[in-house]
């Protein structure tokens, strides 16, 4: 069975920091590409991040690259996503996904975890 388990969301305060974590089951997690993706509150799903399936290459969203740093353990099956200086815009369910190449368009993904709740206050 195919699972992508997200954690490590909460609460925190603006300025503060968040490592999330995406744990892969039931596939080959380093034949394939991992990206993070959030959801505000009654807003599309937007691309965050993707890590090329070695670590080796990573793209973030403007939004967010001088802010996010994502990583991957091929040897735990888990991926990262730190998100420092956290703003209020942060506020999203995170979402990591499973896809064969690096894409920023989620259409283009196989498989979803089911996402963890961030909150930011100010």
């Known amino acids: 069975q195919i699972q992508l388990v997200e954690s490590g969301g909460g609460s925190v305060q603006a300025g503060g920091s968040l490592r999330l974590s995406c744990k892969a089951s039931g596939f080959t997690f380093s034949d394939y590409a991992m990206g993070w993706f959030r959801q505000p509150p009654g807003e599309e799903r937007e691309f965050v991040g993707t890590?090329?399936?070695?670590?080796?290459?990573?793209d973030y969203a403007d939004s967010v690259k001088d802010r996010c740093t994502i990583s991957r353990d091929n040897a735990k099956n888990t991926v990262y996503l730190q998100l420092n200086n956290l703003k209020a815009s942060d506020t999203a369910v995170y979402y990591c996904?499973?896809?064969?190449?690096?894409?920023?368009?989620?259409?283009?993904?196989?498989?979803w975890g089911q996402g963890t709740q961030v909150t930011v206050s100010a």
């Open positions: 890590i090329s399936w070695s670590g080796g290459r990573t």
């Open positions: 996904g499973a896809v064969k190449f690096p894409r920023s368009d989620p259409r283009e993904y196989d498989y």
